[in-house]
């Protein structure tokens, strides 16, 4: 099954920037951004949305590699959509959570290097709501590069803790890919929907890691019966998601995933992919959106 078929897609409220731009421009508020024309700091254009519930205070117009967000939000969820300005570069987004608070002061984490990036930012009136209300969009500019090994960057650890916690439970719809869903949203982590998950892993060079996820394009394995005998299995049909709990060997994982084996709960297998004959797959290192 192609990821997102039976997924309930995001409703996304939008409002024309420019639109938005004339209005308030003809008639001001204290809504609208107080300093738009200093140069120093960035033009924040409001999405009606945001009235009463959202207000951020302006990042610097040029920042290092960290983003930082600071201001209220009494939605429980808030969601950061960001876009760096050259061609082909795909939308990163992250959720941050308020766990029951409304003030918020944290960073998000630019990744792919200095330049221009376009930032918009979205509500979610409910936890892991598929619907999402528009808060405001700005651009800034990074002068320089995420370091390769920064601390704090990967959340194989917290995955792997989120995972442990709902075996037997369904997540979601009961699809495969809401369970890496979840335990990425629920972690804040920065993944390009639906299913680059993180940073890409290479099998070859890389060391694969507990809570790194994988995904299957139509993948057929082959191995051998005790009684000589041959099994065949397929994962994917065509694309499977399942996160990695346990390295037991070389292309030998402990999987947990859901909707496996006519199964709509999490449950735990193994998967030996030296017996590949047919297929491809993907492991992604699951990587923060923000610091506190």
């Excluded at 960035?42 to 207000?55: H, K, M």
């Excluded at 996160?243 to 709509?264: C, F, M, P």
Aim: proline residues 5%; hydrophobic residues 35%.
């Amino acid at each position: 099954m192609t990821p997102g078929q039976n997924r309930k897609p995001y409703q996304t409220i939008f409002l024309l920037l420019a639109c938005f731009a004339i209005a308030t421009s003809a008639a001001p508020d204290s809504h609208t951004q107080a300093k738009d024309n200093a140069a120093d700091i960035p033009t924040i254009l409001y999405y009606t949305d945001s009235r009463g519930v959202f207000a951020l205070q302006s990042p610097p117009a040029v920042i290092g590699y960290y983003l930082p967000l600071k201001g209220f939000c009494r939605y429980p969820e808030f969601v950061i959509q960001v876009r760096k300005k050259i061609s082909g570069s795909q939308i990163r987004q992250a959720t941050f959570r308020l766990n029951g608070k409304s003030d918020f002061s944290i960073k998000y984490i630019l990744k792919e290097g200095a330049g221009e990036y376009e930032i918009t930012m979205f509500g979610k009136k409910t936890v892991s709501s598929g619907t999402l209300s528009g808060l405001c969009a700005f651009s800034v500019r990074s002068d320089r590069d995420l370091p390769q090994h920064a601390q704090g960057l990967y959340l194989n650890d917290r995955v792997l803790s989120y995972v442990n916690g709902v075996i037997g439970k369904t997540i979601g719809g009961g699809e495969c890919w809401d369970l890496a869903q979840e335990a990425l949203d629920t972690n804040g982590a920065d993944w390009s929907r639906p299913v680059h998950y993180g940073m890409i892993i290479d099998p070859a060079r890389d060391r694969i890691e507990p809570g790194d996820i994988i995904q299957f394009k139509s993948v057929r394995l082959r191995s051998k019966l005790p009684n000589g005998g041959t099994m065949y299995r397929t994962l994917g049909a065509p694309d499977h998601t399942a996160i990695i709990i346990r390295v037991e060997g070389e292309k030998k994982y402990t999987l947990a995933h859901q909707n496996s084996d006519g199964k709509r709960y999490v449950i735990i297998s193994e998967v030996d992919l030296n017996g590949l004959t047919a297929g491809k797959y993907w492991i992604y290192r699951p990587v923060a959106g923000f610091i506190q």
